[in-house]
């Protein structure tokens, strides 16, 4: 059975992002995968203070918390989806706050300072979302600039991307079409078959 960990990043709970998510995780889990969605907007841990102490001790010296717990259920997973609408061209901050908590447990170095993914094998899809209308999602790098910074994490950790959605002009026209109803579906179906 694969373990997918799904990451809402988004605060509002029946904007696209969620929506989205939630059509990719209940076609995984009617398809037999063990499905764990995390709002990350509830989640409770501090953020990274910089220290650099988990380099070396492949911890972080914080006490157990949200941060912690939930970075070993993406360990222990075969797939991640990371669904993040685009603030500032860019994830949101409360992402960011929790991917800057986990880089012990995503990447290290070699002597040499060469980086060493430790998440390989497996995959991940982005799911974004932005007011921007195509194609200037692209150009200014809006919704693109979204998928661009988690490519940044998910791709250094080891992760292979399996498959990216990028909705702009939400403001405009929101709500799912039923093409992208049948893309979330088809997502989740051959991320849940190998
Ligand atoms: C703080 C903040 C920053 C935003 N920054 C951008 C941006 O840089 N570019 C953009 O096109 N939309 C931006 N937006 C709009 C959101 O990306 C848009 O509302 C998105 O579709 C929300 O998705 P959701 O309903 O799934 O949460 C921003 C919204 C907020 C609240």
Request: proline share 5%; glycine share 8%; with cysteine.
């Amino acid at each position: 059975m694969k373990k997918v960990v799904i990451l809402n990043a988004s605060p509002r709970k029946d904007g696209n992002i969620s929506q989205m998510l939630n059509i990719i995780g209940d076609t995984l889990f009617e398809k037999g995968s063990e499905v764990i969605i995390i709002d990350v907007c509830k989640l409770e841990f501090r953020p990274c203070i910089g220290c650099m102490k988990c380099r070396s001790a492949h911890d972080c010296v914080m006490p157990e918390d949200d941060a912690k717990r939930i970075l070993r259920l993406v360990q222990e997973s075969d797939a991640l989806v990371v669904g993040s609408p685009c603030y500032w061209g860019n994830m949101t901050g409360q992402l960011k706050m929790l991917f800057d908590r986990w880089v012990y447990g995503m990447m290290d170095h070699s002597e040499r300072d060469y980086p060493i993914p430790l998440l390989k094998g497996k995959k991940a899809v982005i799911v974004t979302t932005c007011t921007t209308q195509w194609p200037f999602n692209l150009i200014f790098k809006q919704s693109a600039g979204t998928v661009r910074a988690l490519k940044e994490v998910l791709c250094w950790s080891g992760f292979k991307i399996a498959s990216v959605i990028q909705k702009g002009a939400t403001h405009k026209r929101p709500g799912l079409t039923p093409k992208e109803i049948a893309k979330c579906k088809k997502i989740a179906l051959s991320l849940g078959s190998h």
